[in-house]
């Protein structure tokens, strides 16, 4: 899900079961092992809106070791909006998993790795709100956010939309608002982020402090 239709949301209260932690954190770390996730939804409000698509690549060592990408059948409408901008159509989520088998699917992918995404937040609300609304678990991974390194890193670009800082990256931004299209950007960004520390700081890890 890109910025351009994603808002901050304020954390909303937890039950956790015993021996899960809850709600992870927000950090700043460059690490080699990760989960880089993307969601498609149909609005902006993870409480009335749906998940149309979930998206994720498990990286390992820096590389692509496995991918996780399916639409998810609605329950409501897909507006013309949400149509036009993704390309997902209400039609194409028919035959597709309903979000209460995805979204446990998609947690045991993820794990106990640290996700990876941009405005990682507004996917992290709709993700929690589901794994709470149907198996009352958190979703307890701790984060990092490449919107607020790219405001550290990049604070001369106009905005820090996903789309402008691929751009400025050169990156083909064809198909973009796509689960695996935005996760494979992402991880681009978050990769020529590292190297841009570096050459800021002298060291990624005086950024992480």
Same mark, same amino acid.
């Given at each position: 899900?890109?910025?351009?239709?994603?808002n901050? &949301? %304020?954390?909303e209260?937890?039950i956790s079961?015993p021996l899960?932690k809850?709600?992870?954190?927000?950090? @700043?770390? &460059?690490p080699?092992?990760y989960v880089?996730?993307?969601i498609e939804?149909t609005g902006? %409000?993870p409480?009335?809106n749906?998940?149309?698509e /979930?998206?994720?690549l498990k990286?390992?060592?820096?590389? @692509?070791?496995e991918? +996780?990408?399916?639409?998810?059948?609605?329950? *409501?409408?897909?507006?013309?909006y949400i149509?036009?901008?993704?390309?997902i #159509?209400r039609e194409m989520?028919i035959g597709?998993?309903?979000?209460?088998? =995805?979204i446990?699917?998609?947690d045991?992918f993820?794990q106990? $790795?640290i996700i990876i *995404?941009?405005n990682i937040?507004f996917?992290?609300s709709? @993700?929690?709100?589901n794994?709470?609304?149907?198996? %009352? @678990?958190? +979703?307890?991974?701790?984060?990092?956010d490449?919107?607020r /390194? =790219?405001?550290i890193?990049l604070?001369?670009l106009?905005n $820090?939309?996903?789309? #402008?800082i691929?751009e400025?990256?050169?990156?083909?931004? =064809? *198909?973009?608002?796509? *689960?695996l299209?935005?996760c494979?950007?992402? %991880?681009?960004? &978050?990769?020529?982020f590292?190297?841009? =520390?570096v050459? $800021? &700081?002298?060291?990624?890890?005086?950024?992480c402090?």
């Amino acid at each position: 899900m890109q910025y351009t239709i994603k808002n901050l &949301f %304020n954390d909303e209260s937890i039950i956790s079961k015993p021996l899960r932690k809850e709600r992870g954190k927000s950090i @700043i770390a &460059f690490p080699d092992d990760y989960v880089v996730l993307d969601i498609e939804t149909t609005g902006l %409000n993870p409480k009335t809106n749906e998940i149309i698509e /979930l998206s994720a690549l498990k990286i390992k060592n820096g590389d @692509i070791h496995e991918k +996780f990408n399916t639409l998810i059948s609605p329950e *409501g409408t897909i507006s013309q909006y949400i149509t036009n901008l993704t390309g997902i #159509t209400r039609e194409m989520t028919i035959g597709a998993p309903n979000i209460k088998d =995805a979204i446990k699917d998609f947690d045991e992918f993820c794990q106990n $790795k640290i996700i990876i *995404g941009h405005n990682i937040r507004f996917d992290i609300s709709f @993700i929690n709100q589901n794994l709470l609304k149907h198996y %009352n @678990i958190p +979703f307890s991974n701790d984060y990092i956010d490449t919107l607020r /390194l =790219a405001r550290i890193l990049l604070p001369e670009l106009k905005n $820090k939309k996903l789309s #402008t800082i691929a751009e400025y990256f050169g990156l083909d931004t =064809a *198909g973009m608002h796509r *689960g695996l299209k935005d996760c494979e950007i992402t %991880n681009f960004c &978050f990769g020529k982020f590292k190297l841009i =520390a570096v050459e $800021k &700081f002298g060291s990624f890890e005086k950024i992480c402090k």
